[in-house]
T-cell receptor, first 114, second 111 residues
Framework: EPEVTQTPSHQVTQMGQEVILRCVPI?????FYWYRQILGQKVEFLVS????????KSEIFDDQFSVERPDGSNFTLKIRSTKLEDSAMYFC????????????FGAGTRLSVL | KQEVTQIPAALSVPEGENLVLNCSFT??????LQWFRQDPGKGLTSLLL?????REQTSGRLNASLDKSSGRSTLYIAASQPGDSATYLC??????????FGTGTRLQVTL
């Protein structure tokens, strides 16, 4: 069964460093998302992406964050200068299309900022 | 702003028992509602999706209902098994398609 793949599974970085989290959505999907879950808290929406542009972003998704679909298969989330409070589990999700509403999630990347 | 709440926060039941998890949301103008399962340290597995026009969906031992006007959904698990132990998340989507998640119910099924 097709699945959303995220790499790495765990990323450790120093505060102030840039990180790139990578995702390979399901191949025929058109809508892509990033969510995050701080330990013990709710899963929160960060950004949605369709047709090579951001369709919606949350208040959390400030200028330190960016997303990109550099080729036909990858979808990346970049955090330019990490802060301690960016430590969280980051989930990528994809959805096939307007009539197909189920969002499929990857296993997540645990980001630890030291 | 949409708020999603799940009750109870945690539940422990003996194997074989039927159980109900509750989800409520403040804005009834939803497009769909999705139930997920999350195992510790893992990703989210989609269990059921109910469109706003539907009243319920079934998959195996799982049945989800939706009462959009009252802002409520329930997830019914029949004949619970230890393998059902996980955190169950409810999430709603408006027309913008982003999901707003609830706080989750941590389920423990004991032998």
């Amino acid at each position: 069964e097709p699945e959303v793949t995220q790499t790495p599974s765990h990323q450790v970085t120093q505060m102030g460093q840039e990180v790139i989290l990578r995702c390979v959505p399901i191949s025929n999907h058109l809508y892509f998302y990033w969510y995050r879950q701080i330990l013990g808290q709710k899963v929160e929406f960060l950004v949605s992406f369709y047709n090579n542009e951001i369709s919606e972003k949350s208040e959390i998704f400030d200028d330190q964050f960016s997303v990109e679909r550099p080729d036909g298969s990858n979808f990346t989330l970049k955090i330019r200068s990490t802060k301690l409070e960016d430590s969280a589990m980051y989930f990528c999700a994809s959805r096939e299309g307007l009539a197909k509403n189920i969002q499929y999630f990857g296993a997540g990347t645990r980001l630890s900022v030291l | 702003k949409q708020e999603v709440t799940q009750i109870p926060a945690a539940l422990s039941v003996p194997e074989g028992e039927n159980l109900v998890l509750n989800c409520s949301f403040t804005d009834s103008a939803i497009y769909n509602l999705q139930w997920f399962r999350q195992d510790p340290g893992k990703g989210l597995t989609s269990l059921l999706l109910i469109q706003s026009s539907q009243r319920e969906q079934t998959s195996g031992r799982l049945n989800a209902s939706l009462d959009k006007s009252s802002g409520r959904s329930t997830l019914y698990i029949a004949a619970s098994q230890p393998g059902d132990s996980a955190t169950y998340l409810c999430a709603v989507s408006g027309t913008a398609s982003k999901l707003t998640f609830g706080t989750g119910t941590r389920l423990q099924v004991t032998l």
